[in-house]
Structures are given as structure tokens and as C-alpha cells.
């Protein structure tokens, strides 16, 4: 992946927030990042945590409840296969950079709805999640189950779907970052996957191309079906991030239009794509926009950026410390 002026942007806003403030409390930089290309330990980063220290990417409150999370619901964590730890110490990533923005409302249906209309006006109500569905507490001498309204690296029958290989959350599958389920005034049942990106920019090269067998094993007679809203398996999608957008197309299409019978446990009647980008990445940006003009409705598809989608929590009392931690770690000028 290459490096962009707001990548770097970033990289020296963060290594300044790490020496300079205690946002990350007694957290070291200077990590060693694993170098995949040469299968060894790499050089050490300035904007990578020291192992020990990962955790702390994370915003505080949060910590310990999204380790239990992500075990519970057997998610994997981004690099933790070539780093040998989790969560990742890299300050930038979008992964994190997700977690700290959305898992702190996940259990909080007023706030998640006033999120999701902040985008889609005449959304009714949020739904509890279809897949984060064995979380409880004990209180009274009894187990209650607690609703999230947001689901993290979200997969969904994948093998049948989409005939990969796995549908094991966040890996070697088609993986969502978030998820919210919805229902509009009309009554109408909505998927609303959310992608997120950072510093992420990318280029064409072999390394990230998608494979051609692949492809036409997997989504190239998808993308032909009437009602998708690609007009076929064009050639910009066999590089990210259009692959990772086309393919997330693919997973909605599939769950509202050849769910196998009673496998999904919600009905579906439409999507809307949620991809939230900061304004500052106009290489993403561009990406988006190229997404958009290659579909058949680009209303489906609704950019945002991450200040703006958590708008509507400005004023919650309950939410001072998660926006003050945000406006510092990622939204304000230094």
C-alpha cells in the first residue's frame, strides 16, 4: 500500500500525541513491525506501539470489554498473525481507528439512531444485531441479554454466499468493518454495512490485485445478476479499495436476494453502504467517487467523514469523554 501526504500527516500527529500528551497514558513508541514481503521482523516505527503496550491504542473505557468482544464472537484482530499480538500497536490503524469511534454507543439504541440518522433521515428505529446475539449479564439472580446495534467485522454466511473460502470475522473473507441493522418509516427492513478508512491509499500493482480465478469462481456471475447494483465485474474492482467495496455490494445483495431458507435471522428488504473517510484523504476520496460512478445507483452508496458521523452525540453527556478523546486523537489541529 503506499504512503500519501496525509498518511504522513497523520503518522507525525500521532508520534507527537504519544511524546507529547498523555493520551496514551505510559505507552512507548518505536515498535518493531513485521515485514511480510521478507517474512522477518522489520525496522522500528516511530507511530508503532511497543507490544506491550497495544492495548492502549485503544480508547480506555473500552478496553477490556473489546478484548471480550472480539474473543467472544472469535474475530480476528488485524496483523495479529504476523505481529504475534493484539490489538495492533499501529497508531493508524483503521481498525482502531473504528473501535475507538463506534464501540463505545454499540449497546446505546438512542445514540446509534441518532447516528444512523444523521445519514439516512427516515430510518424509524435500530435492531438489535443478527449476529451479536450471546452476550448477557447477571444481575438479581438472573442472566439478561443485552442488545448491541452494532456488530463489528461483519461476516455472514460467506462459504454459501459467496462461495469463499471462510466466514470467519475480519479474515480471508468479505468482512465489514460495522454493521447496523434498520427499519425505515415506510417499514422497510434495511442492512447498513459501514466501511471505515484512515490513512489507506492505494495503487494498482500485482500485489493487490485480485486473482482472475478467483474472481470468476467467486463474484463475476454475482455482479451479472439483474438486480445487482454492479454492472458486472468491471476491471477497476480487482484492486482495492474497489474490490473490498464491489464485494461488500455482493454480501448485502446475496443476503437480501439468495439468503438460504432460515439461515439469516432478519428480513431484508434494501442496503445502504456507509463508507466513512475522513475529509482530509482525497485519495480515498477519489476511490469512493470512482466506486460510485461505476454502479447503477450511487445514491446507495453515502460518504462521511468520522467527525460528522458522530455529530449527533455533541451535547450527550454521556458520550463528553469519548468525543473529548476523539477530538484529540484524531480530529482537532495540534
Request: charged share 30%.
Amino acid at each position: 500500500m503506499k504512503k500519501s501526504a496525509y498518511y504522513y500527516k497523520q503518522r507525525d500527529r500521532q508520534v507527537a500525541l504519544l511524546s507529547k500528551t498523555n493520551i496514551f497514558e505510559d505507552a512507548s513508541g518505536n515498535g518493531i513491525w513485521w515485514d511480510k514481503e521478507n517474512n522477518t521482523w522489520g525496522k522500528e516505527c516511530s507511530h508503532i506501539l511497543q507490544h506491550q503496550d497495544s492495548l492502549k491504542n485503544l480508547f480506555a473505557p473500552v478496553r477490556q470489554e473489546v478484548l471480550s468482544y472480539f474473543d467472544e464472537y472469535d474475530i480476528a484482530w488485524w496483523r495479529a498473525d504476523e505481529d504475534r499480538y493484539f490489538p495492533t500497536g499501529n497508531l493508524l490503524s483503521s481498525q482502531i481507528h473504528c473501535l475507538n469511534h463506534l464501540f463505545a454507543i454499540r449497546r446505546d439504541e438512542e445514540a446509534v439512531l441518532s447516528v444512523i440518522q444523521k445519514i439516512f433521515p427516515d430510518i424509524k428505529k435500530v435492531l438489535p444485531s443478527p449476529i451479536d446475539w450471546h452476550e448477557y449479564v447477571f444481575e438479581n439472580n438472573h442472566s439478561r441479554k443485552i442488545d448491541s446495534y452494532i456488530s463489528f467485522e461483519f461476516t455472514f454466511n460467506n462459504t454459501f454466499l459467496l462461495k469463499e473460502r471462510s466466514c470467519k470475522r475480519g479474515k480471508n473473507c468479505t468482512s465489514i468493518d460495522a454493521f447496523v441493522y434498520a427499519e425505515d418509516n415506510s417499514g422497510k427492513y434495511l442492512l447498513i454495512p459501514i466501511e471505515w478508512k484512515y490513512t489507506e491509499s492505494y495503487e494498482k500493482t500485482k500485489e493487490f490485485k485480485a486473482k482472475e480465478y478467483v474472481v470468476n469462481k467467486r463474484y463475476k456471475e454475482l455482479a451479472n445478476r439483474e438486480y445487482s447494483n454492479l454492472c458486472g465485474w468491471k476491471d477497476m474492482y480487482y484492486w482495492d479499495p474497489l474490490y473490498e467495496f464491489a464485494r461488500q455490494t455482493l454480501l448485502m445483495e446475496q443476503l437480501i436476494y439468495e439468503n438460504p431458507k432460515g439461515s439469516f435471522p432478519i428480513k431484508a428488504d434494501s442496503y445502504c453502504h456507509i463508507i466513512v473517510r475522513p475529509n482530509e484523504n482525497t485519495e480515498i476520496i477519489d476511490d469512493i467517487q470512482q466506486f460510485k460512478n461505476s454502479v447503477k445507483n450511487a445514491e446507495k452508496i453515502t460518504e462521511i467523514a468520522p467527525k460528522d458521523l458522530l455529530s449527533p452525540l455533541a451535547g450527550n453527556a454521556n458520550y463528553k469523554d469519548l468525543l473529548d478523546y476523539l477530538k484529540t486523537r484524531y480530529w482537532q489541529s495540534l
